[in-house]
């Protein structure tokens, strides 16, 4: 079916099928299934396979394809890895080339198809009046969305599946067509979205662009509504605990940048005895850039130029981990205070947290020609010593896809922005994800407006430009807290 050389990996969020789980993975779905059938050999389907995988992230907020929730299950599609089989066995090979074609062909195909409907899927055709005056006494949610749309418009069933794995919020569509709706709403832009509650409380909800990812981001967000199966958050957690609103403050801080130092330098390394060859090469190029570029204080630099300057000293093929940390010992702090990076609960962010932050602070501070310095530096520590090492496997593969291709040092800043978010869009819904931080495409619409636009189509883009000047502004060394510091 699918050879095991193939163009998908894991990290794709797109289900590998072989020999082995092809009946339970497809035969025995209670799911729809969107299924690409290719050969490695065929251009069309290496040119194709960046659009798949493109989907499979896409859609994922409203079907998770490593843990379908129940209503997904039984509704929604998986994308698994160029034809299609829909229902039952149905091949299609003339379909959508482009991400938004390919979404909306999935929606007319959900529509069309004629089995009854699956209860726990939502509704995607247009609202009535009456079905909205009576919805809270059939319901049992808190919130009603409406998306006031066109006839040919998508956006409305998009949100409604964006918004699948969510609870105490419904979305409905309803046409420009339902003049007394319209006008009792006061709707005068389509499409927009308003909210409506059981007090019979109507609002618009304020976006950045009148679009299905502002929507949808937006929507998500509100008090209340909470991913399905993700505790919900008491309100007054959200008022009372003032600790929660620095923790929620977006800047970076010098403590967690110093306590990723010492987490790794003092705790992850300290795991190998002895290190050689391959590893020791890694290690020197992360101690290198750390301290060509950490932006930190005087005795801490200093700190990192002595140990740097004694391990490129060291010219043979294996140093010993306790010299090592005697010589890297003199000045670094020690112990470890997450203050951005701090979790709602000790197991939640903290270490990674302030890696990542690490990385994207030496990509701003690079100033040398050789633009793969920095991202090589993480490569070879995260694959040698991170200690995840499902995080590596992934990491790996998104290095080998793309991380040669980077030549500019602006490329270097923007290559792990979009990867990080990569793994955000990944890790969304997760079990690592703290409720209090959900994971975000990343910078948020309401941190950089500017960084978000649309395309004709209505489709949300970056604007990379003013990304790489907000990243650039915001992991800066002028920007970064000293507050909080031992
Ligand atoms: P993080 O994702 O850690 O982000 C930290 C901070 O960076 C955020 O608070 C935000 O201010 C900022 N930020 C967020 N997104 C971006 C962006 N796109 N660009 C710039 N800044 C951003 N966990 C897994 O469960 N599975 C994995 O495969 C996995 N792979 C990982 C690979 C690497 C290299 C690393 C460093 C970590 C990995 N993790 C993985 C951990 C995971 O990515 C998070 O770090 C962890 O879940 C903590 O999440 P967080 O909410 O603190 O935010």
């Known amino acids: 079916l699918i050879s095991e050389a193939g163009l998908y990996t894991a990290s794709d969020q797109i289900i590998i099928l072989s020999p082995e789980n092809v009946d339970s993975g497809l035969f025995n779905s209670t799911a729809a299934l969107l299924v690409e059938f290719y050969a490695t050999w065929c251009g069309h389907c290496v040119a194709f396979s960046p659009t798949w995988k493109s989907l499979a992230r896409d859609i994922k907020g409203s079907c998770d394809s490593e843990?379908?929730?129940n209503a997904c299950r039984k509704f929604n599609f998986a994308i698994t890895g160029m034809h299609y089989i829909l229902k039952y066995i149905k091949i299609v090979n003339r379909f959508p080339r482009d991400v938004r074609g390919l979404r909306h062909y999935i929606i007319d195909k959900l529509e069309m198809h004629n089995e009854a409907w699956p209860p726990a899927c939502p509704p995607l055709e247009t609202a009535s009046e009456a079905e909205i005056d009576n919805f809270f006494q059939t319901n049992n949610v808190k919130l009603l969305a409406l998306v006031f749309e066109s006839k040919d418009s998508y956006v409305g069933r998009e949100v409604t599946l964006d918004l699948l794995q969510y609870e105490n919020i419904a979305v409905r569509r309803v046409l420009d067509t339902e003049t007394s709706l319209v006008s009792r709403f006061g709707v005068t832009d389509f499409p927009s979205c308003y909210l409506y509650n059981s007090s019979r409380h109507i609002s618009r909800l304020k976006v950045l662009n009148e679009a299905r990812t502002f929507y949808s981001y937006a929507l998500q967000r509100l008090p209340g509504v909470v991913r399905t199966g993700?505790?919900?958050?008491?309100?007054?957690?959200?008022?009372?605990?003032?600790?929660?609103?620095?923790?929620?403050?977006?800047?970076?801080?010098?403590?967690?940048?110093?306590?990723?130092?010492?987490?790794?330098?003092?705790?992850?390394?300290?795991g190998h005895i002895s290190i050689s060859g391959n590893d020791l090469t890694a290690l020197k190029k992360y101690i290198n850039v750390l301290a060509k570029y950490f932006p930190g204080r005087p005795s801490v630099k200093s700190a990192l130029k002595t140990v740097d300057s004694w391990l490129q000293q060291q010219k043979g093929t294996e140093?010993?981990?306790?010299?090592?940390?005697?010589?890297?010992?003199?000045?670094?702090?020690?112990?470890?205070?997450?203050?951005?990076?701090q979790g709602s609960e000790s197991h939640y962010r903290g270490y990674p947290c302030a890696f990542w932050t690490l990385f994207h602070v030496l990509t701003v501070q690079a100033k040398e020609m050789d633009p793969q310095e920095v991202l090589q530096a993480m490569r070879g520590y995260v694959s040698r010593f991170f200690g995840c090492r499902p995080c590596a496997t992934h990491f790996e593969s998104m290095a080998q896809e793309s991380m040669d291709h980077v030549t500019s040092l602006s490329a270097t800043?923007?290559?792990?922005?979009?990867?990080?978010?990569?793994?955000?869009?990944?890790?969304?819904?997760?079990?690592?994800?703290?409720?209090?931080?959900?994971?975000?495409?990343?910078?948020?619409?309401?941190?950089?407006?500017?960084?978000?636009?649309?395309k004709k189509t209505g489709e949300h883009h970056w604007n990379q430009e003013e990304v790489l000047t907000f990243l650039r502004n915001y992991f800066s060394s002028a920007h970064i807290l000293m507050d909080y510091l031992q």
């Open 67 to 69: 843990d379908w929730s």
């Open 230 to 270: 993700k505790p919900q958050i008491a309100i007054t957690d959200l008022i009372k605990n003032s600790t929660l609103q620095e923790w929620r403050s977006t800047r970076v801080y010098m403590s967690d940048l110093e306590s990723a130092l010492h987490y790794s330098l003092r705790v992850e390394l300290s």
């Open 319 to 341: 140093i010993k981990y306790s010299d090592f940390r005697d010589t890297s010992d003199a000045v670094l702090p020690e112990g470890v205070q997450w203050v951005g990076c």
């Open 413 to 454: 800043v923007l290559w792990l922005w979009s990867r990080h978010n990569r793994v955000n869009n990944r890790l969304a819904g997760d079990l690592s994800e703290d409720p209090y931080f959900p994971k975000i495409q990343w910078p948020s619409p309401e941190l950089c407006p500017s960084c978000h636009g649309l």
